[in-house]
């Protein structure tokens, strides 16, 4: 299993250009998320969806939108990216009825001149 | 505004034992876990409390009170490859959201 994959790792992109962040997994997992970590703030958590067609707002959901049409995937799409949207982003996925359980992919670290 | 609470850092000698805790709200509080996440990587699970009481894995442990909304995890034995930062996540709804807390930079010294 390659568990939770993301790309890409590195981005570069100017105020105003839009791009999507992907975001997969192969462990047949319901639960998906999407968190930024920025220097003292934590992990924040941006979206999530509890399954296919299903998604739902985290705390930061402004700029961002997701969609889920299949169990595997979830990417993150940026519409006009910002300054502040420099970050790092993680995507977690974990199983109902698990332990509380979430798998982390590597991250993408984000830079927005 | 931040639901979980933390201490943001913590510094213990290599061998002793140290205890980070965890505060949270209790609207629809389901379970509480915790992460540990190394500089440059990923958060990686440690363990979980949705019940009262202690959770041991090897040297860690995490214990929950639901009637306090309160929570700690134990790291005895510490190993400097134990200085990492360390989070309590709250999940709410049903298992449907988790919430991070700000992070516990621990530093182990000789």
């Known amino acids: 299993n390659a568990g939770v994959t993301q790309t890409p790792k590195f981005q570069v992109l100017k105020t105003g250009q839009s791009m999507t962040l992907q975001c997969a997994q192969d462990?047949?997992?319901?639960?998906m998320s999407w968190y930024r970590q920025d220097p003292g703030m934590g992990l924040r958590l941006i979206h999530y969806?509890?399954?296919?067609?299903?998604?739902d707002q985290g705390e930061v959901p402004n700029g961002y939108n997701v969609s889920r049409s299949t169990t595997e995937d979830f990417p993150l799409r940026l519409l006009s990216a910002a300054p502040s949207q420099t970050s790092v982003y993680f995507c977690?996925?974990?199983?109902?009825?698990?332990?509380?359980?979430?798998?982390f992919g590597p991250g993408t670290r984000l830079l927005v001149l | 505004g931040q639901s979980l609470e933390q201490p943001s850092e913590v510094t213990a000698v290599e061998g002793a034992i140290v205890q980070i805790n965890c505060t949270y709200q209790?609207?629809?509080?389901?379970?509480l876990s915790w992460y540990q996440q190394h500089d440059g990587g990923a958060p990686t699970f440690l363990s979980y409390?949705?019940?009262?009481g202690l959770e041991e894995t090897g040297r860690f442990s995490s214990f929950l009170s639901r009637s306090d909304s309160y929570g700690y995890l134990l790291l005895q034995e510490l190993q400097m490859k134990d200085s990492a930062s360390y989070f309590c996540?709250?999940?709410?709804?049903?298992?449907?959201?988790?919430?991070f807390g700000i992070g516990t930079k621990l530093q182990v010294i000789p």
């Open positions: 996540a709250e999940m709410t709804g049903g298992y449907q959201k988790v919430t």
């Open positions: 409390n949705a019940l009262d």
């Open positions: 969806s509890v399954g296919a067609g299903i998604t």
């Open positions: 977690a996925s974990s199983s109902f009825g698990g332990e509380g359980d979430q798998y």
């Open positions: 462990m047949n997992h319901e639960y």
């Open positions: 209790t609207s629809g509080f389901y379970g």
